[in-house]
């Protein structure tokens, strides 16, 4: 069964950095890309990011500055990291399973709230 | 990048009736390889969304084949007939053509 399932702490403070994993299973990451989005409260969708299957990575302009996205392929995982937080990064955060350009199987999504 | 722009927002549906969602590109996302890079997804209440059609017309594994779609090269077209509760939530679309991917603003769908 395929899964992907995002960790990561539900309350950071504004300016600091933000850690999420996402931890996958029922498949190889060396075979399906991983894609970041997340979507405000009461809000759409926003593409952040994406780990291709070769390891190499792309970001969406408007947070690249600020982004990170890894992996350790042998504990399935892929990290994200995003700096300097201010209230308007509170949303879900949802990592995506994709292939040949078609995301087929999101996680449940993480919650993150930006506050002091 | 390419906007995307669905209407109705909100749309209500007695059920086991039709209904259809509309979305526009702000470019054609047919690519040279003569795939169109359109894709539906439906977001239920309180849970992610789930990937309805990829490549415009294409059902997805699982999909009721109430489920379809159509269009364009900038002009498409989710249908669902015969509605039924279950169908009740969020629809986006969302192109993969250019980086980045971008999603349309969604469609409630609500039951009468």
């Not at chain 1, 994200?80 to 949303?91: G, H, P, R, V, W």
């Not at chain 2, 795939?35 to 059902?59: A, C, D, E, H, V």
Request: aromatic residues 10%; charged residues 15%; contains cysteine.
């Amino acid at each position: 069964e395929v899964q992907l399932k995002e960790s990561g702490p539900g309350l950071v403070q504004p300016s600091q950095t933000l850690s999420l994993t996402c931890t996958v299973s029922g498949f190889s990451l060396t075979d399906y890309s991983v894609h970041w989005v997340r979507q405000p409260p009461g809000k759409g969708l926003e593409w952040m990011g994406v780990m291709w299957t070769g390891g190499s990575t792309a970001y969406n302009s408007a947070l690249k500055s600020r982004l990170s996205i890894s992996r350790d392929t042998s504990k399935s995982q892929v990290f994200l990291k995003m700096n300097s937080l201010q209230t308007e990064d509170t949303a879900i955060y949802y990592c995506i399973r994709a292939k040949d350009y078609v995301m087929d199987a999101w996680g449940q999504g993480a919650s993150v709230t930006v506050s002091s | 990048d390419i906007v995307l722009t669905q209407a109705p927002l909100s749309v209500s549906v007695t059920p086991g009736e039709s209904a259809s969602i509309s979305c526009r590109s702000s470019k054609s996302l047919l690519s040279s390889k003569g795939i169109t890079s359109l894709y539906w997804y439906l977001q239920k209440p309180g849970k992610s969304p789930q990937l309805l059609i990829f490549r415009m017309s294409n059902l997805a594994s699982g999909i009721p084949d109430r489920f379809s779609g159509s269009g364009s090269e900038t002009d498409f077209t989710l249908k669902i007939t015969k509605v039924e509760t279950e169908d009740v939530g969020v629809y986006y679309c969302a192109q993969f053509l250019e980086y980045p991917p971008t999603f349309g603003a969604g469609t409630n769908l609500e039951l009468k």
